[in-house]
């Protein structure tokens, strides 16, 4: 066989392969032959092109020095520069806004999800409005839970008056804290995607990056409102705006590059730079 026929035969087989690849769903960098990023250990793959978070998020807060301290995920992150985390067991982080969970991400490297990665892995591999199927099983994700607002702000086993629903109330620390309501990440092991991402239906509302303001796949006591399963959505509220039910976890694509948000500066550095200048200022020209 000659050099130019060998030549031929190899190229051919390379493409073949390639579309191979391309036909499992492989990215088209590796149907390609190209070395592809791998995603971090707290996330997994979805379709080879984005790596998304394993569970919801929970948050540390980040301090001077590059120290961490622990967060309560029962209370708002107002004010605080925080990190995204995910684990199983953990306890996600409930009362944020989108704007503040997008920081959490950046500040790990990662981002919030677009709508279409959020749906991919929620929908799996062979996409269903469940995670799990075609149609709800109850109890299989946490979606049908107590009414901890009705308890807390109720009276004699009546629902709350309109007047109750205040932004104060609606983050009370209180109305997570009780049986029945926020689970830890993972401990429904029934409710994950083919794709092995879990809790993306019910336990809490999930932000994706959309400007304006959407969360997604419902919380614990509603996953049918607005939608079905990984089809719920919400649109009602701005990007600053959180509660009790609001939640999230972060997407990247592998190899993507993601600057965390800058550290505020301290009030001792504003106030030194503020003299410096009325020194400069008031300084006498040479003669």
């Excluded at 092991?189 to 969360?215: I, P, R, Y």
């Excluded at 600053?240 to 694509?253: E, L, N, V």
Aim: hydrophobic share 30%; proline share 7%.
């Amino acid at each position: 066989m000659t050099t130019a026929r060998r030549g031929t035969l190899a190229m051919a087989t390379a493409v073949a392969l390639g579309a191979a690849l391309v036909g499992l769903g492989l990215p088209p960098a590796a149907a390609q032959g190209k070395r592809v990023a791998a995603c971090p250990a707290d996330m997994v793959s979805v379709r080879g092109e984005t790596c998304v978070d394993r569970y919801e998020a929970y948050v540390v807060e980040l301090l001077a020095g590059g120290k961490e301290r622990a967060h309560s995920p029962l209370e708002p992150v107002a004010g605080l520069r925080v990190k995204a985390m995910n684990k199983k067991g953990a306890l996600p982080q409930a009362y944020i806004s989108r704007d503040e969970a997008q920081a959490a991400c950046e500040n790990a490297g990662k981002r919030l999800c677009t709508d279409d990665e959020w749906l991919t892995a929620c929908r799996g591999k062979r996409p269903t409005a469940w995670p799990y199927g075609k149609e709800r099983v109850v109890g299989r994700c946490n979606d049908h839970g107590t009414s901890s607002f009705n308890l807390v702000f109720g009276s004699d086993g009546q629902p709350p008056l309109p007047s109750e629903y205040t932004f104060e109330h609606l983050n009370d620390p209180r109305l997570n804290a009780m049986p029945g309501t926020l689970a830890r990440a993972g401990s429904h092991a029934k409710c994950k995607s083919g794709f092995q991402v879990f809790d993306m239906v019910g336990n809490l509302h999930e932000w994706t990056a959309a400007s304006a303001g959407t969360f997604r796949g419902g919380y614990y006591l509603d996953v049918e409102q607005h939608g079905p399963g990984c089809e719920y959505r919400t649109t009602a509220h701005h990007a600053k705006y959180h509660d009790y039910s609001t939640g999230f976890r972060c997407c990247k694509k592998p190899g993507e590059k993601i600057r965390p948000t800058a550290p505020p500066k301290s009030k001792k550095a504003s106030v030194k730079k503020d003299s410096a200048k009325k020194k400069k200022g008031s300084a006498k020209p040479k003669t």
